[in-house]
Nanobody, 126 residues
Framework: QVRLVESGGGSVQSGGSLRLSCAAS????????MGWFRQAPGEEREGVAA???????RYAESVKGRFTISRDNAKNTLDLQMNSLEPEDTAMYYC????????????????????WGQGIQVTVSS
């Protein structure tokens, strides 16, 4: 089992920045893939950005050029730097993790991830 705890959310005005962090504990061998997902009210959960243990990344088109995902394998942490935030980025953000052999590449597919944090709110006002 892996425990994931998010931090760093909050409220910001359009154009502002926030940095989300996720701390992993427990069986961290199951964090080969890690990602950030988000869910707005009435919407399905969607992938935002993901990274594997070697640093290969994948981003949703809507956040490319604005968000940067990174991880520190030694500290078992995952970060998401979010710049140029827009009201459309308002959502609950979730950290997720998956072991190495579940999927062959970094994905943004919700069903590919086994472990989830409780989520943290990000609100962007216009």
């Amino acid at each position: 089992q892996v425990r994931l705890v998010e931090s760093g959310g909050g409220s910001v005005q359009s154009g502002g920045s926030l940095r989300l962090s996720c701390a992993a504990s427990g069986d961290t061998s199951s964090t080969y893939y890690m990602g950030w997902f988000r869910q707005a009210p009435g919407e399905e959960r969607e992938g935002v950005a993901a990274i594997d243990t070697h640093g290969s990344t994948r981003y949703a088109e809507s956040v490319k050029g604005r968000f940067t995902i990174s991880r520190d394998n030694a500290k078992n942490t995952l970060d998401l730097q979010m710049n140029s935030l827009e009201p459309e980025d308002t959502a609950m953000y979730y950290c997720a993790a998956a072991p190495k052999y579940t999927v062959p590449i970094v994905t943004l597919i919700v069903a590919d991830y086994n472990f989830w944090g409780q989520g943290i709110q990000v609100t962007v006002s216009s």
